[in-house]
């Protein structure tokens, strides 16, 4: 699976954005694609997932200003952020998971918010 991410960019706070990331490949065995974000000198965490059956979860910090979602015949997925804050400045990375635990990654895009 091959995965790229792209709509970074710089955001006023309380702007939006929208995240896209093509996806390419077999994706028959996967079962949950999500986005990560990583600030400088932070640990990569996860935003938010989506499984094959259109569940979805969020980090608590973004819960209400993100969402994820995917459109399986464009074959790709989504992730529109609203009222962001300057906190959510970082790059975005997009993962897919196989049934077997294998981890896919698209490259990142940044995302910087100002104050």
């Known amino acids: 699976v091959q995965l790229q991410a792209s709509g970074g960019g710089l955001v006023q706070a309380g702007g939006s954005l929208r995240l896209s990331c093509a996806f390419s490949?077999?994706?028959?065995?996967?079962?949950?694609m999500a986005w990560h974000r990583q600030a400088p000198g932070n640990q990569r965490e996860l935003v938010g997932i989506?499984?094959?059956?259109?569940?979805?979860n969020y980090a608590d910090s973004v819960k209400g200003r993100f969402t994820i979602s995917r459109e399986i015949a464009k074959r790709t997925l989504y992730l529109q952020m609203n009222s962001l804050k300057p906190e959510d400045t970082g790059v975005y990375y997009c993962?897919?998971?196989?049934?077997?635990?294998?981890?896919?990654w698209g490259q990142g895009t940044q995302v910087t918010v100002s104050s």
């Open positions: 989506i499984t094959s059956v259109g569940s979805t």
């Open positions: 490949g077999s994706i028959f065995s996967i079962v949950t």
């Open positions: 993962n897919a998971r196989r049934g077997d635990g294998l981890m896919f």
